[in-house]
C-alpha cells in the first residue's frame, strides 16, 4: 500500500506556472500508475494527467494538452504536474491516485490509493 501526499499549489496569475508533487510515506511509486484528478468548482473529479506503470507513457486530457507535464523520479520516490500557462478555469482541488501495475486510464474506480488534494486557484 501507499499513503499519498500532494504538495505544491496554492495561488498563481493567470499565465503562470505551478508544480505539483505527489509522494509517499510508504511505499514505492515506481510500481504504481499514477494520475493527476481535478475536481473543479461545481463539477465531477475528472483526470487531467497520469503515468503508466507498464510503459512509463505519459497522457492527457485535451485542456492541459502542450501546458502541463507530468514526470517520475524514482529517486525521490515522488511524480510531478508541472502547469504552465495556468487559465482561471484550472482551479480546483488536484488530487494523485495510484494504481498498481496499472495502465492509464480517467476512472476513478480504477485507483486503489488516493491523496487528500491540494488546492490550486488561478487568478485573472
Known amino acids: 500500500q501507499v499513503q499519498l501526499v500532494e504538495s505544491g499549489g496554492g495561488l498563481a496569475l493567470s499565465g503562470g506556472s505551478q508544480t505539483l508533487s505527489c509522494g509517499t510515506s510508504?511505499?514505492?511509486?515506481?510500481?504504481?500508475?499514477i494520475a493527476w484528478f481535478r475536481q473543479l468548482p461545481g463539477k465531477e473529479r475528472e483526470g487531467v494527467s497520469c503515468?503508466?506503470?507498464?510503459?512509463?507513457?505519459?497522457h492527457y486530457t485535451d485542456s492541459v494538452k502542450g501546458r502541463f507535464t507530468i514526470s517520475r523520479d524514482n529517486a525521490k520516490n515522488t511524480v510531478s504536474l508541472q502547469m504552465n500557462s495556468l487559465l482561471p478555469e484550472d482551479t480546483g482541488v488536484y488530487f494523485c491516485?495510484?494504481?498498481?501495475?496499472?495502465?492509464?486510464?480517467?476512472?476513478?474506480?480504477?485507483?486503489?490509493?488516493w491523496g487528500r488534494g491540494t488546492q490550486v486557484s488561478v487568478s485573472r
Open positions: 510508504h511505499g514505492t511509486l515506481e510500481y504504481y500508475a
Open positions: 491516485a495510484a494504481d498498481l501495475w496499472g495502465e492509464c486510464n480517467w476512472s476513478l474506480q480504477e485507483y486503489d490509493f
Open positions: 503515468l503508466s506503470a507498464i510503459d512509463g507513457s505519459a
